[in-house]
């Protein structure tokens, strides 16, 4: 047998996909990223951060107070009639565009010695003669284990002919999300405002250099009424919401054109595939409206890399590392998953919507008890 070109192959460059890169490659392995996109570029992502992942964060060298970032610690709801309800966040957390993140994660990863090839889009992963192999349009790379972290949903997944794939519209999937980056003076720096219109909520707080982030959630279904035109779903559905209309009559948008992705899925997702660990959005995506995926992606990749590590220094059996890997996982994340999932099959509607609402609002007790089901302890550092 050949010898493998790399000790891992991690397949997507993203949050999870860069951070497990970098912990892996400073304990001298040889770790090759592939990732579609180039860096910089903006995603598709409300870009609240929850406090939880700052340890990790500095632990991995991204330089947060260069930046000078707002720090949020009040959330505000309104319902799609604009009534609105306040929370304060016990954690709390900042604003960070995906744009600076991913960059410096990048940067990150490097300067510990992975090897970061832009531009390449996997295809499928398969194991060859005992080795992780990825197919790409420019060739085949070779390692002796791979993790997979190509986010929402990616060319693998349906190589892979994974069951989320294959399902039938229901209330978890069949979702669309849209973002914008506005100049837009009404946005508090310590707020992060969640508005609801139907089907779907939309997120507004602040990066750096004062710049919001509106990003929102949709059914599909929302698109196709207006004709397949964001613009027009924005106008006819999205500012029925008043403080969503107040929000795109007075923002100046600072993209040319939205950035939007569709087929986003809320369904269980399984977290191996043919010998790969698979990390964060790739194991399973929480409701955006919990504002946490980021940092489940992050405490992924932390929860992996010492396995990974014993499975390259042999201390632990192939199935042993993906066994312990679905216990750590299912431990640290299945009750906020199915939270995530309980909360987003009832927003959307509006009575519903109204009442869950109506209830939090007046108990303040529940409301932090529902906010804490969805978020972790601090990690790394
Ligand atoms: C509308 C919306 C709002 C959100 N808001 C927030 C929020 O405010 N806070 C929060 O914490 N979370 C939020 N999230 C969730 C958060 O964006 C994700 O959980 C997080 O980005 C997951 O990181 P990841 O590393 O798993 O995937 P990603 O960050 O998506 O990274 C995956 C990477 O893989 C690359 N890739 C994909 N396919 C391939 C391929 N075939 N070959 C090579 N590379 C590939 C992609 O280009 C990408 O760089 C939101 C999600 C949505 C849908």
Redesign the pocket.
């Known amino acids: 047998m050949k010898e493998p070109d790399y000790d891992l192959l991690v397949?997507?460059?993203?949050?999870?996909?860069l951070a497990v890169a970098q912990l892996v490659a400073r304990s001298g392995w040889r770790v090759l990223v592939?990732?579609?996109?180039h860096y910089p570029h903006h995603?598709?992502?409300?870009?609240?951060?929850?406090e939880e992942v700052r340890p990790f964060l500095l632990q991995l060298g991204v330089p947060l107070s260069q930046w000078q970032l707002p720090v949020i610690r009040r959330l505000e709801v309104s319902n799609h009639a604009g009534r609105v309800y306040s929370f304060p966040l016990a954690l709390g957390g900042f604003g960070l565009s995906r744009f600076l993140l991913?960059d410096a994660l990048a940067q990150q990863a490097r300067l510990a010695g992975a090897v970061v090839k832009e531009g390449?889009?996997?295809?499928e992963v398969v194991q060859e003669d005992g080795a992780m192999v990825a197919v790409t349009r420019s060739g085949k790379f070779t390692a002796r284990l791979a993790v997979g972290?190509?986010?929402?949903r990616?060319?693998?997944d349906v190589a892979g002919q994974r069951r989320f794939i294959a399902q039938r519209p229901n209330v978890l999937n069949q979702f669309i999300?849209v973002?914008h980056h506005f100049e837009l003076a009404e946005v508090p720096d310590d707020l992060i405002r969640l508005d609801n219109f139907q089907d779907g909520y939309a997120?507004l707080s602040r990066v750096e250099n004062g710049v919001v982030c509106c990003?929102?959630?949709s059914r599909a279904s929302n698109l196709r009424k207006a004709g397949g035109n964001i613009g027009r779903m924005e106008r006819e559905i999205l500012q029925q919401n008043p403080r969503l209309k107040e929000v795109f009559t007075s923002a100046r948008p600072l993209y040319e054109r939205p950035l939007s992705?569709s087929q986003?899925s809320f369904s269980e997702k399984e977290q191996s595939l043919n010998g790969m660990l698979l990390?964060?959005?790739?194991a399973g995506?929480?409701a955006?409206l919990c504002?946490?995926?980021?940092?489940?992606?992050l405490r992924a990749a932390w929860l992996a890399a010492p396995l990974l590590l014993d499975r390259l220094e042999e201390r632990m059996s192939q199935v042993q590392m993906l066994a312990e890997y679905q216990k750590r996982w299912k431990d640290n994340f299945s009750v906020r998953l199915k939270t995530g999932r309980v909360i987003q099959a009832m927003f959307g509607s509006e009575w519903p919507t109204a009442g869950l609402l109506g209830i939090l609002g007046s108990s303040p007790r529940l409301a932090q008890w529902v906010i804490k089901q969805t978020h972790g302890q601090p990690f790394g550092g």
């Not at 397949?11 to 996909?17: I, M, N, P, Y």
């Open positions: 397949v997507g460059g993203g949050l999870a996909g592939l990732e579609k996109g995603k598709v992502c409300g870009e609240y951060l929850s991913d390449e889009m996997v295809l972290s190509w986010g929402k990616g060319q693998p999300a973002k997120g990003c929102y959630l992705i986003v990390l964060g959005d790739t995506l929480i955006p504002g946490n995926g980021m940092s489940m992606a």
